[in-house]
């Protein structure tokens, strides 16, 4: 089945910089990468997807690369702000058997002021 | 537009017994999908439900058992329930089952004692 690697497990920036989070797949029908933001206590949240046709994807201050050779994805945050501050998952889709989302363990992305 | 709700909240229950989760789908979704979510982890796929039947199925044992309704809602049902089973209990729905958009609900916080 599908593995998802999600690095780094905890990432602390300032105000103000860039945030960026790395993630591995082993599946190369792998074709669906979402990625989630959830705030403590509370529901994942999706906020931005990539497909396996689209090398990258942009929506305001985040945006997502794909590398389907490499198998690899980034989301990538600018001009954080302290409302960044969340744990942030990848997901990979792969089809097949099992028609679920494989999810990395997380990133917790810390804003400093 | 109404969001993914589940039901219960939170839970206790002891081994040995069996609980039933229930999720209502986003309004306009027809597929419902079960996740399992360690403390401290990402979510782990259980099983995904499209047209009242099973669509797929990840790494669980057969205890782990659903059902989907004519109006798309969803139950998840667990038998003889152990330790290990403690978790958050998410559900999310999407349009169709095949790598698209999840959208999840609050969970349902389950404790085993």
């Known amino acids: 089945g599908e593995n998802v690697e999600q690095h780094p497990s905890t990432l602390s920036v300032q105000e103000g910089d860039s945030a960026v989070i790395k993630c591995t797949y082993s599946?190369?029908?792998?074709?669906?990468f979402p990625w989630y933001k959830q705030e403590l206590g509370k529901r994942p949240q999706l906020i931005i997807d990539?497909?396996?046709?689209?090398g990258e994807k942009k929506d305001q201050r985040i945006a997502v690369t794909l590398n389907k050779t490499a198998k690899h994805f980034s989301l990538h945050i600018t001009e954080t702000q302290p409302e960044d501050s969340a744990v942030y998952f990848c997901?990979?889709?792969?089809?097949?058997?099992?028609?679920?989302?494989?999810f990395g363990k997380g990133t917790h992305l810390i804003i400093q002021p | 537009e109404t969001g993914v709700t589940q039901s219960p909240t939170h839970l206790i229950k002891t081994r040995g017994q069996q609980v039933t989760l229930r999720c209502s789908s986003q309004?306009?979704?027809?597929?419902v999908s079960w996740y399992q979510q360690a403390l401290g982890q990402g979510p782990q796929f259980i099983f995904q439900?499209?047209?009242?039947?099973?669509?797929g199925r990840g790494n669980f044992p057969p205890r782990f058992s659903g059902l989907q309704f004519p109006n798309y809602s969803s139950e998840l049902n667990v038998n003889a329930l152990e330790l290990d089973d403690s978790a958050l209990y998410l559900c999310?729905?999407?349009?169709?089952?095949?790598?698209?958009?999840?959208?999840f609900g609050d969970g349902t916080r389950l404790s085993i004692l």
């Open positions: 999310a729905s999407s349009f169709g089952g095949e790598g698209q958009p999840q959208h």
């Open positions: 599946d190369s029908a792998s074709n669906y």
């Open positions: 990539i497909r396996s046709n689209v």
């Open positions: 997901a990979a889709y792969s089809g097949g058997g099992a028609d679920g989302l494989t």
């Open positions: 309004s306009g979704h027809n597929t």
């Open positions: 439900y499209y047209r009242e039947e099973e669509n």
